[in-house]
Structure formats: C-alpha cells, structure tokens
C-alpha cells in the first residue's frame, strides 16, 4: 500500500512525497505539489506491480540526457581508436547546446528527437544530423543492454531519422553572377580572424573541414608549395599530398607571419567552430543555402578546369572516379561554344 507524505518548506509551501515499498521490488519515491497527482502514480506504479508490468526507471529519471552523454564518451566512446573518441564528443557537445539535453533520459520521447532534428536542419546537413542522432540511439542501445537498472525505450525511431540525401544530390556552389564569393569574404572579414584564410584554403585546396582544423606547421611546405596530409587525419585513412596555389601560399604566410607558435596546428580550432562561424557569416552576407562543405564542390570544379580526372582525384583524395564526379558541378552553359566546334569538325570529316 502506497504511503502519501505531506511536506512543509521553510517558505510554508506544500509538496506530497508519495513512496512504495514493496517486497520483490525497488523502493519507489516521487514528490508532486498536489496531494491528487502523488495518489494517482502511486495508483499507476501499484497496478503494474500487480500486473507484473513494472519497470523501475528512478535511475533513468534522475539522469538527464545531457549526463547520460557524457557517460556514454567516458565508458563506451574512450575505447574508440584513432579520431573516433574526438568525433564522438564533438557531435555529443553539438547536442548538449541544444535544450534537450536537459531532458530527463528516461523521458526523451521521438517528439523530442523529431524537435532537434527539426531544429538542426537549419544549420546543418542532413547528413549530419543523422550522425548526431546516431550517437544518442547508440546511447539508449548501450544504456539498456550494458548499464545497470537501465529501462529505457529508444526514442530515435525510425520516422525521426531525416532523409539521408547525398552530396551528389546537391548542386550548390558560389553564384558569381550575384557576386557570392565577395559577399562571402566581407562578412567572413568581420567575423573571427580565422575564418577567411580557412574558407580560402578550403576553396584553394579543396582540404576538408576537419582536415583544416587538424593542419600542423610542420606537415606544411611553403617553399615547395605542398601540404602533406597524414593518413590518421584524412576521411579514407589515406596519406595525400596537396599543391599549393600562390593564393594558399600567400595565406599561409600571412598567418605563419602573425603566429607566435609555429610548432603546432596553424589555427587551433574544432572542425564545428569552422561550421557555426560559417554558418553565421553566411546568413549575415544573406547567401541562403550554403554549407561549408560545399566550398569542396566549389573546389573540385574549379580545379577540373586544370587537372585531369585521375590527377583530380590524387588531390582531392577520392578513390573512385564516381565519388570526384559526387563534387564536380561545372556550368553546362559554357559549353556551348565547343559544341560548335565539335559541329564543324564533323562537317570538315564530312566534306573528306
């Protein structure tokens, strides 16, 4: 039989502790500000104890989702080899600057889930919401199998999980005609001092977010004009040697110039900070639509115009031509006066 408690505050204000105790069972306690809300879930946890359908979820109650995270990189996450440990946690921070990791973890339902995907898509890719989400699913899956009095359902079901649309699907790159790139560099220029020479080299080099942010000097040649990308940093675990336009150069001498430390990583930044300062100076320069990851796209087809497809992939680090076609947009119009030569060298056959 369930006990109901009236409590006075000092502030003379009236909680009711209801408590359950009963043998086979956990000890059960909640406190509510009404007298009719404590009879009634003690009322609810009494019926499934008769009916052998309780779950003791005290200890998922009093975790938040934000504290079940952090458990999750401490125990499971830490075990990751290579830059598994630091990709978890940066999607885990990305998650915990969102309100819901103040929920309680046993009462994340999929209308939260479905609330921060929502609210993430404004930003970010879809694919990178999928990521994010996969690390919370992959919580409640570890929660429940591994960790002690843990029962919980898995609220990232499968109607909350955003369509998974590829880059080839997109198109997206710089609109000169509406003068994109200028407009891109002047709000970058009064954002933090790192953004511009890191959208410069990402559109110079056609390097990666992450890539960027884990650049080390002594990986950087300036004299022979290359960068050389250690395997443990790239996506596809593959050395890869970049050449440096005298635009990259440039750049780097100039932040080589200005830093007092020229033995570690050239900017000392995560790969999200690159994203939300991105992010932010692209709606400040009111240029809707646009990633920084598209800036690879937009690397990609400028430097088709001189290289050929397999020197292509050597820069960009693709394996597959399928893949370097995945980011290369180029603007069919400007084909058109080919076409006309095309034309006429079929006529001169003919004419033979």
Same mark, same amino acid.
């Given at each position: 039989?369930?006990?109901?408690?009236?409590?006075?505050?000092?502030?003379?204000?009236?909680?009711?502790?209801?408590?359950?105790? =009963?043998?086979?069972?956990?000890?059960?306690?909640?406190?509510?500000?009404?007298?009719?809300?404590?009879?009634?879930?003690?009322? *609810?946890?009494?019926?499934?104890?008769?009916?052998? %359908?309780?779950?003791?979820? &005290?200890?998922?109650?009093?975790?938040?989702?934000?504290?079940?995270?952090?458990?999750?990189?401490?125990?499971?996450?830490?075990?990751?080899?290579? *830059?598994?440990?630091?990709?978890?946690? &940066?999607?885990?921070?990305?998650?915990?600057? %969102?309100?819901? %990791?103040?929920?309680?973890?046993?009462?994340?339902?999929?209308?939260?889930?479905? &609330?921060? =995907?929502?609210?993430?898509?404004?930003?970010?890719?879809?694919?990178?919401?999928?990521?994010e989400l996969a690390i919370i699913s992959n919580l409640y899956t570890i929660a429940n199998s591994e960790w002690k009095d843990m029962n919980v359902d898995n609220p990232v079901i499968k109607g909350v999980w955003p369509k998974n649309i590829k880059d080839y699907d997109r198109t997206r790159r710089l609109n000169s005609k509406e003068n994109e790139e200028e407009r891109l560099f002047?709000?970058?220029?009064?954002?933090?001092?790192?953004?511009?020479?890191?959208?410069?080299?990402?559109?110079?080099?056609? $390097?990666?977010?992450?890539?960027?942010?884990?650049?080390?000097?002594?990986?950087?040649? #300036?004299?022979?004009? #290359?960068?050389?990308?250690?395997?443990?940093?790239? *996506?596809?675990?593959?050395?890869?040697?970049?050449?440096?336009?005298?635009?990259?150069?440039?750049?780097?001498?100039?932040?080589?110039?200005? &830093?007092?430390?020229?033995?570690?990583?050239?900017?000392?930044?995560?790969?999200?900070?690159?994203?939300?300062?991105?992010?932010?100076?692209?709606?400040?320069?009111?240029?809707?639509?646009?990633?920084?990851?598209?800036?690879?796209?937009?690397?990609?087809?400028?430097?088709?115009?001189?290289?050929?497809?397999?020197?292509? $992939?050597?820069?960009?680090? %693709? *394996?597959?031509?399928?893949?370097?076609?995945?980011?290369?947009?180029?603007?069919?119009?400007?084909?058109?006066?080919?076409?006309?030569?095309?034309?006429?060298?079929? =006529?001169?056959? #003919?004419?033979?």
């Amino acid at each position: 039989m369930a006990t109901i408690k009236k409590r006075t505050s000092k502030q003379g204000k009236h909680t009711y502790q209801a408590q359950i105790i =009963r043998k086979g069972y956990p000890s059960q306690y909640r406190t509510f500000n009404l007298k009719s809300d404590a009879e009634k879930w003690a009322r *609810k946890i009494e019926r499934e104890m008769d009916t052998d %359908h309780f779950v003791d979820l &005290s200890k998922a109650e009093r975790l938040t989702l934000g504290e079940a995270l952090d458990e999750y990189l401490e125990k499971k996450s830490i075990n990751k080899k290579g *830059k598994g440990y630091s990709t978890d946690k &940066s999607r885990v921070n990305v998650i915990k600057r %969102h309100s819901i %990791h103040k929920l309680s973890f046993a009462k994340v339902k999929s209308h939260h889930i479905a &609330s921060y =995907r929502d609210d993430r898509l404004k930003s970010a890719r879809p694919n990178t919401v999928r990521l994010e989400l996969a690390i919370i699913s992959n919580l409640y899956t570890i929660a429940n199998s591994e960790w002690k009095d843990m029962n919980v359902d898995n609220p990232v079901i499968k109607g909350v999980w955003p369509k998974n649309i590829k880059d080839y699907d997109r198109t997206r790159r710089l609109n000169s005609k509406e003068n994109e790139e200028e407009r891109l560099f002047e709000a970058a220029e009064k954002s933090i001092w790192w953004l511009k020479p890191v959208i410069i080299l990402a559109i110079e080099t056609a $390097m990666r977010r992450g890539e960027i942010a884990s650049l080390t000097w002594d990986k950087i040649q #300036l004299k022979e004009r #290359l960068i050389i990308l250690e395997k443990e940093k790239t *996506k596809n675990k593959s050395e890869r040697i970049i050449p440096l336009s005298k635009k990259a150069v440039q750049c780097l001498k100039e932040i080589k110039r200005n &830093s007092k430390n020229t033995d570690a990583r050239v900017f000392k930044i995560l790969p999200d900070q690159i994203s939300k300062q991105f992010n932010a100076s692209a709606e400040s320069a009111k240029i809707n639509d646009f990633h920084f990851h598209d800036l690879r796209r937009e690397a990609c087809s400028r430097l088709s115009k001189e290289f050929n497809i397999l020197e292509l $992939m050597k820069i960009t680090g %693709h *394996k597959t031509m399928q893949q370097v076609l995945t980011y290369y947009n180029d603007d069919v119009s400007t084909y058109v006066s080919r076409m006309d030569k095309v034309s006429l060298g079929n =006529r001169q056959v #003919l004419r033979k």
